[in-house]
């Protein structure tokens, strides 16, 4: 029994070996392969398009719950009852409206204090509070530590090591003597000190 599932396994092996072979041999005209391209997008696009309808019938379906339960609950009161529960909703939701408001308005109201004061408005969202004192607080702050790391920054580029002094001592030379040196020597002259010409007034 032990010997017949060993040749199963090795006739089984064989067939996968030579499928892999046939298939790592077959080559593809630009044509087919288009269509294996277009085959898989299509698949990818079905299954993202399916992901999503189902998404948005869940939505649906909880959204249809909750109206259906409100329904239900509001049928059961009295004219009153609904009233004060409609106004309730109602001031909820002006409520809700209200502090998106607000927030809107403090958030540009924090990006024209950065951009008045001269720093990045990228940094509105992290400075951003409840009230105009507090974002005036979180900018001085801000400022100050701003200032301080650019700062910082720059006299770290500047600490470097200092420039060795040159060896060479300053030429220096007359118009007339510039005008008796050849070409080469008065190009590596002209390059060593690029100020000459303005200092002999050419």
């Not at 990818?44 to 399916?50: G, T, W």
């Not at 309730?88 to 204090?113: D, M």
């Not at 701003?146 to 770290?156: M, N």
Request: aromatic fraction near 6%.
């Amino acid at each position: 029994m032990e010997e017949l599932n060993n040749n199963q396994l090795n006739e089984n092996t064989e067939i996968t070996n030579e499928e892999n072979a046939q298939e790592v041999a077959k080559t593809y005209t630009q044509e087919e392969l288009d269509k294996l391209l277009q085959a898989e997008t299509d698949r990818k696009v079905s299954k993202a398009l399916e992901t999503s309808k189902a998404k948005w019938q869940q939505e649906y379906e909880a959204k249809l719950q909750a109206e259906k339960s409100e329904a239900e609950k509001l049928a059961k009161m009295t004219e009153s009852e609904r009233y004060e529960a409609q106004l309730k909703a109602e001031r909820e939701q002006f409520e809700k409206e209200r502090t998106e408001f607000k927030k809107a308005q403090l958030e540009a109201q924090t990006i024209k204090e950065l951009s008045n004061e001269g720093l990045p408005t990228e940094f509105a969202s992290y400075l951003l509070a409840d009230n105009a004192e507090t974002i005036k607080s979180n900018i001085d702050s801000f400022k100050s530590k701003w200032i301080e790391a650019i700062e910082k920054a720059v006299d770290e580029r500047l600490k470097g090591s200092t420039p060795q002094a040159s060896n060479r001592v300053a030429t220096v030379i007359t118009k007339e003597q510039l005008g008796k040196l050849n070409y080469h020597e008065r190009a590596k002259l002209l390059a060593e000190n690029p100020n000459l010409l303005q200092e002999l007034g050419l």
